[in-house]
């Protein structure tokens, strides 16, 4: 049996500015936007990696949500504690640098991880905490 990953969501509260950071400053590619009942999904991708996508979706994508529970989404993600991504780099200082450069917010530069890694964290437009990893040498 094989099992690959194919897509994973990450909640955004304003598209236009999450397409700003997942494809202009990240460069990953468009591969559908569409709207349903008020709310719109994006998936974007790497094009090294044409069969995962990252659906950038509502906070609460459910038309029969309450408000009440709309709301405690919004607050949730403007607090940073919904979801993240953890993407892998062959230059992770590079990276760190060029989405440093384009004004996210940064959560840790560059450091050595004990655990074999070398890795850097920002924020993304929405809160969501974007992770970048690049496995040390030797």
């Known amino acids: 049996m094989d099992i ?8 955004v509260d304003d598209h236009d500015e999450a397409l700003g950071f997942y494809r202009d400053v ?8 569409v709207g349903f009942e008020g709310m719109r999904w994006v998936t974007v991708g790497s094009p090294a990696q044409p069969g995962v996508d990252i659906v950038l979706e509502p906070p609460l994508a459910d038309p029969n949500a309450s408000a009440a529970d709309r709301e ?6 403007a607090k940073g504690h919904l979801r993240g991504l953890v993407l892998a780099t062959d230059d992770v200082d590079a990276t ?4 440093r450069a ?3 917010e940064v959560l840790q ?3 050595d991880q004990p655990y074999g890694v070398r890795d850097c964290a920002f924020r993304d437009p ?3 905490m974007v992770r970048f990893r690049q496995p040390r040498n030797g």
């Open 4 to 11: 690959n990953l194919s897509q994973c969501f990450i909640a």
């Open 26 to 33: 990240l460069g990953m590619e468009v591969r559908d936007d």
């Open 72 to 77: 405690a989404m919004a607050e949730l993600l």
């Open 96 to 99: 760190f640098e060029h989405v």
């Open 102 to 104: 384009a004004g996210a």
């Open 109 to 111: 530069e560059p450091v």
């Open 126 to 128: 929405a809160g969501n």
